[in-house]
């Protein structure tokens, strides 16, 4: 299978970055093919005005940065996608919100893409990983939230968070929860953890494990 792993923080060498390199470890060792891209090569612009700067000629977006790439030829054809993430200010950072608020340009019913993209961004599986300073569990709450939402709207499945405590770079791996295994696990464990989801009228076995 193919796995996108998309870093948000510009510190290549941070700790979200040694969470992204023990999951792509993790995917590689299962055998999927993996890759990895920082989201500041790609994202550069927010999300503006659609009715002021879609391209009146072809109605695609005109903003002036490699989002487009990012989506099409990155995200859309992945299998499985993870996110490593620093908590910013207790959510995700502004860049990495980007690119969810700029899939409106992409499946508005005037984009030339709306099939393409609504079609190829649904059924994919989704890892979260984040370093965060604080070990207060409500500190990650609203991003594991957000992305609840997120993968619920686009017809994901949002297979597991990794969250690791660490300020000083690199100091994650001290972790005593041991953030780095955990983020390795879901890497090699992305398409076979069984995520269950039941509704009242779900029918399902009295036992949870065959």
């Given at each position: 299978?193919?796995i996108?792993?998309?870093?948000?923080?510009?510190?290549?060498?941070?700790?979200s970055h040694?969470?992204a390199r023990?999951?792509?470890?993790?995917?590689?060792?299962?055998?999927?093919h993996v890759?990895h891209v920082?989201?500041?090569?790609?994202?550069?612009?927010?999300?503006?005005?659609c009715?002021?700067?879609?391209?009146?000629?072809?109605?695609?977006?005109s903003?002036?940065?490699?989002?487009?790439?990012?989506?099409?030829?990155?995200?859309?054809p992945?299998?499985?996608i993870?996110?490593?993430?620093?908590?910013?200010?207790?959510?995700?950072?502004?860049?990495?919100k980007t690119?969810?608020?700029?899939l409106?340009c992409?499946?508005?019913?005037?984009?030339?893409?709306?099939?393409?993209?609504?079609?190829g961004?649904?059924?994919?599986?989704?890892?979260?990983l984040?370093?965060?300073?604080e070990n207060?569990?409500g500190?990650?709450?609203?991003?594991?939230?957000?992305?609840?939402?997120?993968t619920?709207?686009?017809?994901q499945?949002?297979v597991?968070?990794v969250?690791?405590n660490?300020?000083s770079r690199?100091?994650?791996?001290?972790?005593?929860s041991?953030?780095?295994?955990r983020?390795?696990?879901?890497?090699?464990?992305?398409?076979?953890i069984r995520?269950t989801?039941?509704r009242i009228?779900?029918?399902?076995?009295?036992?949870?494990?065959?």
């Amino acid at each position: 299978m193919d796995i996108l792993m998309i870093s948000a923080s510009p510190r290549h060498d941070g700790n979200s970055h040694s969470l992204a390199r023990a999951a792509l470890d993790g995917a590689r060792g299962a055998g999927h093919h993996v890759e990895h891209v920082f989201l500041d090569d790609y994202v550069q612009r927010l999300l503006d005005n659609c009715r002021a700067c879609r391209r009146l000629e072809d109605g695609r977006c005109s903003l002036d940065d490699r989002y487009a790439e990012l989506l099409m030829d990155k995200i859309l054809p992945a299998d499985g996608i993870i996110f490593a993430m620093p908590l910013y200010f207790y959510g995700m950072p502004g860049r990495l919100k980007t690119v969810f608020d700029r899939l409106f340009c992409y499946t508005a019913n005037s984009a030339p893409e709306q099939e393409a993209v609504v079609n190829g961004i649904a059924g994919k599986k989704v890892g979260v990983l984040i370093s965060c300073e604080e070990n207060y569990v409500g500190a990650t709450q609203g991003v594991a939230a957000q992305f609840q939402e997120l993968t619920r709207y686009l017809n994901q499945t949002l297979v597991g968070i990794v969250v690791g405590n660490a300020n000083s770079r690199g100091e994650i791996v001290h972790d005593p929860s041991d953030p780095v295994a955990r983020a390795r696990d879901l890497g090699a464990r992305l398409f076979d953890i069984r995520v269950t989801d039941y509704r009242i009228d779900t029918a399902r076995s009295n036992r949870v494990w065959t």
